[in-house]
């Protein structure tokens, strides 16, 4: 009875953890491209899961474009907000960029409250809703859809950064600029890349979790602080640290829940977060003094 328990919680963390890794994907793409913690990025999840919701049940389009249109109409916006935000601050203090994105996070916040109101939206699951069974422990499609776009994320994320030509651009100019721009890479143009696919991250994070949890305007604070969590235990400047950070964040809130009691499982994060900043700052998977990682 306790092994089915631990492994419930366990594979419960590891859905909840894979979210949170795409999230903090997110934080490391903007932080090696622009020095800076988006604090929208919360949101891009929000409105990801919401835009899919109107697209499907007031449009009327099928699921998968649903998603699709919605995955790009949240890659637009990050686009949107890195060309008329971030680019006119470009000679701007960090801190300055970091307000920005608190200003962007309130307003993105406050525009979800006014299009789609106060309350709470959901998707069908995708592949239905009858668990699975694994040694006592139960599993739901979605959970196991969530892990799988996760990892194929992650492995072509990989493949993009080591092989294509626009992948290295923004490698070279994540890790030195003033090098890359010298060899006649854009380097504003790479930043705006992070921002697009950072964006895409945090709405297919929408979008998966939409058919699990009810989202509404006022949820992404929450599961921006997840992610960030995510990504500050793993390294912010290390991308595969951030996905183990955000699977191990997952899996400790789940058993620590299960296991002390759930009225603990929001604080957890936060716990967490303020325990690796004051052992170590540079994250489980970072280095201490590295500028920039490319990974």
Known sequence: MLLSKVLQFVITGVANGAIYALIALGFTLIYNSRQIINFAQGEFVVIGGMAAYTF?????LPLPVALLAAILVVTLLGVAFERFVILPLKNAASISLIIAT??????LRTGAMLIWGKEAMT???FFGDKPWNIMGATILPQQIFIIAITLVIVVGMQLFFRLTVTGKAMLAASMNPEAARLMGIRSERMVMYSFAFSAALGAVAGVSIAPLVMMSFGSGAALGIKGFSAAILGGLTNPLGA???GL????????GAGLISSAFKEAIALIVLLMVLLIKPSGVFGKIGTRRHAR
């Open 243 to 245: 996905v183990l950070g």
């Open 248 to 255: 191990s964040l997952g899996v400790i809130e789940s058993v």
């Open 102 to 107: 608190i200003g962007m996070s309130i307003f």
């Open 123 to 125: 998707l069908p699951h």
């Open 56 to 60: 499907y049940v007031t449009a009327h």
